[in-house]
């Protein structure tokens, strides 16, 4: 059973920032191509961002230019820089690998006052 765990979100006000970090309790980790996902109330789960084991990136155009995805193989962990917040950016955060294989976990919650 793998377990995803994300952390570090938290309420900022528009034009702030956060990281998120989402840890994989899975050693096959680093070959998978992860992404951060969202989901905002009433509104279904959308991807967000993905990024390869080798370091590729692909960025939804809502994102582009604010948010920056990472990974550290060693840690099996990625991470989500997110600069330039906006109120439209409030949700719930979660990683999954791309397309989705695993369960998810809790999420993290990021609300962006304005």
């Known amino acids: 059973q793998v377990q995803l765990v994300e952390s570090g979100g938290g309420l900022v006000q528009a034009g702030g920032s956060l990281r998120l970090s989402c840890t994989v309790s899975?050693?096959?980790?680093?070959?998978?191509?992860m992404g951060w996902y969202r989901q905002a109330p009433g509104n279904e789960r959308q991807l967000v961002a993905t990024?390869?084991?080798?370091?590729?990136?692909y960025y939804v155009d809502s994102v582009k230019g604010r948010f920056t995805i990472s990974r550290e193989n060693a840690k099996n962990t990625v991470y989500l820089q997110m600069n330039s917040l906006r109120p439209e950016d409030t949700a719930v955060y979660y990683c999954?690998?791309?397309?989705?294989?695993?369960?998810w976990g809790q999420g993290t919650q990021v609300t962006v006052s304005s």
């Open positions: 999954n690998t791309h397309p989705i294989l695993w369960s």
């Open positions: 899975r050693s096959s980790f680093s070959i998978r191509v």
């Open positions: 990024i390869t084991g080798g370091g590729f990136t």
